[in-house]
Structures are given as C-alpha cells and as structure tokens.
T-cell receptor, first 111, second 115 residues
Framework: GDSVTQMEGPVTLSEEAFLTINCTYTATGYPSLFWYVQYPGEGLQLLLKATKADDKGSNKGFEATYRKETTSFHLEKGSVQVSDSAVYFCALSVSADGLTFGKGTHLIIQP | GAGVSQSPSNKVTEKGKDVELRCDPISGHTALYWYRQSLGQGLEFLIYFQGNSAPDKSGLPSDRFSAERTGGSVSTLTIQRTQQEDSAVYLC?????????????FGQGTRLTVV
C-alpha cells in the first residue's frame, strides 16, 4: 500500500537557520505530493503541493521538489522564524483516493 | 460556514459508551474524509466519501466504527462501545474534488477521551 516516511522529531533550530525535513514515499500509482502544517491550537492547512515529477511547490518561503527518481519530497526553508514552529506533515494522494500522511515532524524554532 | 466545522470540540466518555462525532463540510465540497490523530502515530485514514459513490471504508479499525453522510453534506462518525485505545483527535476534511486534484480543508477536530 501507499506510505509516507518522514524524519522523526522534534527538530529544534535557532532562528534564521536552514531547514530541511526529509520525506520519502511509496505509492502504487503516480501520486500528488503535499506538505500540510499544523500550527499550535489550529487545524491542518495545506502549505504546498506538487503534482508531477520535477515540480517545485513553494509557499511562505518553504519549498519542496517532487523527485520521482528518489521518491522524495523534502521540505526546505532558507531562514526559519519562530513563527514557523509547528508540526509538518508530508502526504500523498493517488488519483481520487484520500490523503496518506506521514507521522508528522514537530519543528521548534528558538529565538 | 466559512470552513469545516466539527462538534463537539472535546468529548469525554466512559468506556463502553457510544459516541457520535459530527462534521459540517464546506458547502459544495463533494469529498469528505475522516482521519484519526493519535499521539506519536500521525494521521490515520478512516473513511472517505465522494459524491454519491459508495464510501471507502478501508481505514475503519473495527466494526465498532461507522460513518454516514446524509444528503451529501453533514457526516457523523459513530464509535460504539468505546475503548480506551479510541482516545484520539478525530479530524474531518473536505475538498471540492478528490484530494489528489485539489486542496483538502480540515476542521479543528474533536478530541475524544475514553475513561
């Protein structure tokens, strides 16, 4: 079946540090890939997505590139802020199916 | 409403009791999903409704769990004879089309505690 593996947290960084959260997947078909974010006390919301190989999704300074050859969709940001502290979920969806999520990575940014 | 609404926001129940969790999706959204978020376990898919098609129930963990969607809008997730391992946050999401093609919007969730 479909699955998503992402790095375990918590990940603790200082403000302005470079961020990478790794995500790899297995899928029976050709998936769309997503990063969702859950800020403290809020519901999940879409951060970015990519629907085909080599596409780059970007939003709020975050980027992720759909790498079919390595089945990866790593999340990156060049300079993190305290307000980026949240739980980040990598997810995939094949065709009309629901979303399959990773376990989430808790990111803590210290001033 | 403007977003996906779930009720109640918190529910404490005794082991063995039945509970009903409600989800009001965004108006016009044909796809509706239920997920369970347990500590350290990520998001577990439970059930998926798409339009008038038969729901995908492949994620329901046992026959104590059931869900329905009336009139293609409001959905109710029912857990019968609750167990302590059912304690989790239950999330509902809806989307205009299947989530592979468009964004899924999540509600705030219902935190269920079975004591």
């Amino acid at each position: 079946g479909d699955s998503v593996t992402q790095m375990e947290g918590p990940v603790t960084l200082s403000e302005e540090a470079f961020l990478t959260i790794n995500c790899t997947y297995t899928a029976t078909g050709y998936p769309s890939l997503f990063w969702y974010v859950q800020y403290p006390g809020e519901g999940l919301q879409l951060l970015l997505k990519a629907t085909k190989a080599d596409d780059k999704g970007s939003n709020k300074g975050f980027e992720a590139t759909y790498r079919k050859e390595t089945t990866s969709f790593h999340l990156e940001k060049g300079s993190v802020q305290v307000s980026d502290s949240a739980v980040y979920f990598c997810a995939l969806s094949v065709s009309a199916d629901g979303l399959t999520f990773g376990k989430g990575t808790h990111l803590i940014i210290q001033p | 409403g403007a977003g996906v609404s779930q009720s109640p926001s918190n529910k404490v129940t005794e082991k063995g009791k039945d509970v009903e969790l409600r989800c009001d999706p965004i108006s016009g959204h044909t796809a509706l999903y239920w997920y369970r978020q347990s500590l350290g376990q990520g998001l577990e898919f439970l059930i998926y409704f798409q339009g008038n098609s038969a729901p995908d129930k492949s994620g329901l963990p046992s026959d104590r769990f059931s869900a329905e969607r009336t009139g293609g809008s409001v959905s109710t997730l029912t857990i019968q004879r609750t167990q302590q391992e059912d304690s989790a946050v239950y999330l509902c999401a809806s989307s205009l089309a299947p989530s592979g093609y468009t964004e899924a919007f999540f509600g705030q969730g219902t935190r269920l505690t079975v004591v």
